[in-house]
């Protein structure tokens, strides 16, 4: 049973920065994505990073947030930069370790979820 824990949430002013840490128990995954979900609103695609290092963002946040990966750790970060108040809510990390025809930028693509972390971007 593959485990995904995150790590690195908080709270911080808008206009600052935080990095969450992924860590998962199973390493190779074909694509690990962070996914964010406000209260009282549907869970939406953050970023997304293939096996191949090819990676997706969702439009609010690119240009801001950086989706990485270690290897050699079984580790996806996400570097937010420039952070705003509607960047507020629980983040969830998400893995999947076979192929799928599925876009990788939707829920459905992926197997495994994390407890989630919370980011409060206070304004």
């Known amino acids: 049973q593959v485990q995904l824990v995150e790590s690195g949430g908080g709270w911080v002013q808008a206009g600052g920065s935080l990095k969450l840490s992924c860590a998962a128990s199973?390493?190779?995954?074909?694509?690990m994505a962070w996914f964010r979900q406000a209260p009282g609103k549907e869970r939406e695609f953050v970023a997304t990073i293939l096996n191949g290092g090819i990676t997706y963002y969702g439009d609010s946040v690119k240009g801001r947030f950086t989706i990485s990966k270690d290897a050699t750790k079984s580790t996806v970060y996400l570097q937010m930069n420039n952070l705003r108040s509607e960047d507020t809510g629980v983040y969830y990390c998400?893995?999947?370790?076979?192929?799928?025809?599925?876009?990788?930028?939707?829920?459905?693509?992926?197997?495994?979820w994390g407890q989630g972390t919370q980011v409060t971007v206070s304004s």
């Open positions: 199973v390493r190779a995954a074909y694509a």
């Open positions: 998400a893995g999947r370790w076979l192929g799928t025809g599925i876009p990788p930028t939707s829920k459905s693509a992926y197997d495994y």
